[in-house]
């Protein structure tokens, strides 16, 4: 079983995590931890670092489960639940980690190509919180609204700082690349 973001979770296994049955437990694991950790991977950029947070996550996902209300699918709850784990994770660190291990996972996905920019210099350049915003808009589809509310902030900032982001990666790709629209902002 493999779910997505969007995904909801049915009333039984949910009612059967709340009082922590291992087995839905598992379930739930099973579904969502590739999700959690592919987040987790591009935004700490450590596979070690999403491991741990994919573990600790669902260890405490039986008590925060309770949290849940259902006024969006159970998918979309997790999603914020691994972002904000994610945030609390940089705030610890203070810092990024390297992406060498998630530029070797995405390059081992995309296929060889030689003309392809180095994803990891690129993203190196940003600032943590810059790099987060981006990788949680662009790839994760989250809107300025949803990215305010994480960050404490208000939707302009989300945009401001998604645009100066842009800006700076536009800098570095080859123009051929920002001509093809390659770094469109959203």
Known sequence: MSAGFRDDLDADTLAALRQGCPAALAR????????????????LGQREAAED???DLFLRLPRASGRFRGEAPFGAWLRRLAANATVDRLRERRRLLPLDE????LAG???DDAARVDADVLLRRLSPSARLVLLLHAVEGWTHEELAVLFGQSPSWSKSLLSRALRRLRSGLPATEV????ADSH
């Open 28 to 43: 739930v694991y099973d579904a969502w931890a590739g999700v959690v950790y592919a987040l987790a991977l591009r935004v």
């Open 53 to 55: 947070l994919v573990q």
């Open 102 to 105: 998630a530029r070797a996972e």
């Open 109 to 111: 996905r995309a296929g």
């Open 179 to 182: 001509a093809d629209g390659l």
